[in-house]
T-cell receptor
Framework: NAGVMQNPRHLVRRRGQEARLRCSPM?????VYWYRQLPEEGLKFMVY????????ESGMPKERFSAEFPKEGPSILRIQQVVRGDSAAYFC???????????FGQGTRLTVV | GNSVTQMEGPVTLSEEAFLTINCTYT??????LFWYVQYPGEGLQLLLK?????DKGSNKGFEATYRKETTSFHLEKGSVQVSDSAVYFC????????????FGQGTRLTINP
């Protein structure tokens, strides 16, 4: 029973490049959540997705950030034209359904240089 | 909007000491409350939860009681171990599950032998 798998664990990008973060939910889970953790802060909700649908993106920055969860394959969080302020740990969580317990992955630590 | 406030860290204790980490919240309605633990280099793990007033969540010797009158969910453990060293996050959700969690800023706990 694999848990929530995120890759890569560490990602270094230069300013202006694109960052792609992947999240494979637990088997049987069709709901995915992305959170961002800035240094020395708590996690902040970004987006909630079901297969092929964005349910709640109220925490997503209006520009440069996008997320998808296709019918097949992992969920992807994409950050275009990264800036230093995007450096953070990005965590994905998955659940079997709305209102069910969410399980977290180990996170992707993005460093923008 | 909903918010969570935790006691500031870091907290350093000796092994077998009594632990309290304070958490208070602001929310409309009747949120569910959670404590998550993050060990170094890992993702968040659910430690315990409570879904209604006066419920007590417990796990691994940790306890927290949902106090609606004081809007609090303080984490306690009678005798801490070195292995309890981690960052602890208090969180709330406006549903019984863990959808769209609102986190406190985290409290770093270090236990010395």
């Amino acid at each position: 029973n694999a848990g929530v798998m995120q890759n890569p664990r560490h990602l270094v990008r230069r300013r202006g490049q694109e960052a792609r973060l992947r999240c494979s939910p637990m088997k049987g889970h069709s709901h995915v959540y992305w959170y961002r953790q800035l240094p020395e802060e708590g996690l902040k909700f970004m987006v909630y997705l079901q297969k092929e649908n964005i349910i709640d993106e109220s925490g997503m920055p209006k520009e440069r950030f996008s997320a998808e969860f296709p019918k097949e394959g992992p969920s992807i969080l994409r950050i275009q034209q990264v800036v230093r302020g995007d450096s953070a740990a990005y965590f994905c969580a998955s659940s079997v359904g709305q209102g069910a317990e969410a399980f977290f992955g180990q996170g992707t630590r993005l460093t923008v240089v | 909007g909903n918010s969570v406030t935790q006691m500031e860290g870091p907290v350093t204790l000796s092994e077998e000491a009594f632990l309290t980490i304070n958490c208070t919240y602001t929310a409309t309605g009747y949120p569910s409350l959670f404590w998550y633990v993050q060990y170094p280099g890992e993702g968040l793990q659910l430690l315990l939860k409570a879904t209604k007033a006066d419920d007590k969540g417990s796990n691994k010797g940790f306890e927290a009681t949902y106090r609606k009158e004081t809007t609090s969910f303080h984490l306690e453990k009678g005798s801490v171990q070195v292995s309890d060293s981690a960052v602890y996050f208090c969180a709330l959700s406006d549903s019984q599950g863990a959808q769209k969690l609102v986190f406190g800023q985290g409290t770093r706990l270090t236990i010395n032998p």
